[in-house]
């Protein structure tokens, strides 16, 4: 398996507050000092251990402690945004001989409109059967083994392995399947285009077949109709994910492909995790593969990023996409800050989906005790995030201090680059 992640409060709208206010907050605390301690903030106790925060009710103690930042929000946390959490391991999973499937889309998770999520387990000799779909397809590898076939634009073929932290990447409309290989299958993450995808609306090869008059059939294969009376056991709805034997040599199914003459396309494969990090740290390592480094994925980019414990994945946000991610290992944390003074945090566990839209400020905090591993994926054919580090260090020094009132000391100790990951 893989093992793969605060601005103080505005001082500047403070410190207006306080000179146009100041007179009349002074007044008022002298003429009614004990109304104005009860109205103050109670940000001195952040926890359960301010009373104002106990809750003797009912309470699902699992799922409260896997969001401690939910339950009890820091004190910068402000009015409600929208809630950009969601999980797998909350979704309903299809079940069928040969494995199962379930998915995270804009129906279950309304702020994900960009991108949807599958996550697909197969046994081994278990086949995602062959279809195609109307979104873009880009996956990544969690676990064991799979062979992959697909059909190019130009009628070249394909079929190859991958195996734990390779990626694949299918266009809208590029037919192919998935096998799970020995000794235990696969398991993979399937990342879509579009919000509203749904596995459901996948064009399967069975369905397809059994749902066209066999004289049709029969005459576009050049067959006697007798030829297709096999069709009649295929299940109403098609086959979607069925139990076959582990298949052969992968060199013996090449050489079928390539019976008529042509060779193999590698295009639509790609082996994330033997590329060098464009981003290393001694608190992480950010991977980025968009179109530049893998030419297939022309509509979806990502971010592969490992966080040490104690690390963060530094202030930033991404000006051209929206960010659907996917936590893989570890725990961690994010606040998005939505603008007009909003802002939620929340906690990530392995299994669960995040969702930051386009420009908007977020960091991600490992707060475990082992890596965090996460994917940011954009529906996009490049990778761009911008640096708050970067940003404030390449700006007049006068400047920064006039907006936020920190020393030039505090300037000076900024990170002067776009690091991606930072130390404890």
Known sequence: MLRLSLLAPGLFSRRRFLGTSGVAVAGAALAAPHEAAAQAPQSAKAGEQNPSASDPGPENRALKELNPNSFTPPST??????TFW??????HRRIQDGGWSRQVNVDDFPISKQIAGVNMRLTAGGIRELHWHVADEWSLMLYGNARLTALDFDGTPYVND???GDLWYFPTGVPHSIQGLGPDGCEFLLVFDQG????????????WMIHTPPDVLAKNWGVAPSALEPLKNVPPDGRYIFQAPVPGPLQQDKQAVTRDGGMPTEAFQFHMMQMKPQKSTRSGQIRIVDSAVFPAAANIAAAHVTVKPGGLRELHWHPNADEWQYYIAGKGRMTVFFNAATARTQDFNAGDVGYVPQTLGHYVENTG??????LEMFKTARYHDLSLNDWLTHLPPELVAQHLGISAQTLDAIPRANLGVLPA
Do not use: I, Q, R, Y
Not at 86 to 91: P, T
Not at 196 to 207: C, G, I, P, Q, R
Not at 369 to 374: A, I, Q, S
């Open 77 to 82: 946390d402000h009015k409600l945004g929208k």
């Open 196 to 207: 509203d995808f749904s596995e459901d609306d996948t064009t399967l090869l069975s369905d």
């Open 369 to 374: 005790d082992t890596d965090l591993v996460f």
């Open 86 to 91: 969601s999980s797998f391991s909350a979704m």
């Open 162 to 164: 991958v195996t734990a």
